[in-house]
C-alpha cells in the first residue's frame, strides 16, 4: 500500500498542477491512494470569489480553494481513475486562533464531501514565515516560543481535523539554522497530548528533502515523543505542487518510521483512519 496524503493541484495559490494530471502520474508512479489538500489559510487570503481582494504571485491571485469548483474536480477524478486510483478528497487549513470561526463554517458547508483535513500553522497573528515576515525583528527563541504556542491554542479550541500538518515546520524557514529541540519539547508534549487525547494525528511530510533539511519533518524527536505518548496515527505526504514532488521519498519514510517503531500508518476514508502495516 503506497499514499500520499499532502497532494496540491490548480486549486492552490502556488500550484498549476491539474487534477487530472496528478491523478495519471499517481497511477504511473504506481501509487494506490492520494488524497488532494489544496490551501485554505483564512486571514491572508480571501476567497475565490474576491480575487480583487488578493495578492498576487506567479501569475495567479492568492485565494483560497475555489470549493465550487474544486469538489466537483475530485469527484469527476475518482470515477475517471476507478480502478487504478482511489482518490480523496482533503484541504489544508492554515489555520490561527482568531480565523478558527471561518474553517468551522467551511466544514459546515463542505464537510461531508471530505475524508480528510491537515491541520497546519502557517502563520501567526496574519505573518507568514515563508517571507520573513513573522521571523523579522524576534530572536530564534522568540519566533519558536511563538510558532508553537500558537500551535497550541489552536489545538486546544480546535478539535474539526484529521492530522496536524508538519508541526516543525517553522525550521524550514529558520533564518538562524536548526533551533534545538530540547528547547521546544514541552510545549510539543502538550500539543501531542492534545492531538492524541482528541483521537487526531500527525504528518510526516516528505517535503524536507527538497528543502535540503537534516532530518524528517516532522523530526525523529518529535516522532519518538508521539510514539511513546501513544500515538498511533500518522500519515505519509509529499506535499507536491508539481510532478516532481509527487509520492517522493514516501517508501524512504516507511522505513524510517519502521525503525523507529512504528508499526502502521493511516490513510482516511470519511473522516475515519485506516490502517495500514508498515513494510517489513
Known sequence: MLADYH?????????????????????????DEICF????DYGVKPDADHPELARHGDGKPAVNVDYARYFPAIERARERHAGDLVVKAGLEFGVQ???????????????????????????????????????????????????????????????????????DLIKRYDPCG???????????AAILERVIADGKGIEVNTSS?????????????????????GGRIVTLGSDSHEPAHLGSYIRYVM???????FTEFCTFDRWQPVFHPLPE
Open 209 to 229: 528533502f527538497r528543502y535540503g533539511l537534516s532530518d524528517l519533518q516532522l523530526c525523529r524527536d518529535i516522532l519518538r515523543l508521539y510514539r511513546d505518548l
Open 37 to 40: 489538500t489544496d490551501h485554505v
Open 178 to 188: 536548526p533551533y534545538p529541540f530540547e528547547r521546544s519539547r514541552d510545549v510539543i
Open 7 to 31: 497532494v496540491h493541484s490548480e486549486f492552490s495559490d502556488d500550484s498549476w498542477y491539474t487534477v487530472d494530471d496528478v491523478c495519471c502520474d499517481a497511477v504511473r508512479l504506481n501509487l
Open 255 to 261: 522505513r524510517c518510521l519502521r525503525e523507529l517503531g
Open 97 to 167: 486562533v482568531h480565523t478558527i470561526p471561518q474553517f468551522t463554517r467551511v466544514l459546515e458547508q463542505y464537510g461531508r464531501r471530505m475524508d480528510f483535513a491537515i491541520l497546519s500553522i502557517h502563520q501567526v497573528d496574519d505573518l507568514e514565515f515563508w517571507g520573513g515576515d513573522f521571523q523579522r525583528g524576534r530572536t530564534q527563541q522568540e519566533y519558536n516560543d511563538a510558532y508553537y504556542a500558537e500551535m497550541l491554542r489552536v489545538v486546544e479550541r480546535f478539535s474539526s481535523y484529521s492530522v496536524l500538518g508538519h508541526i
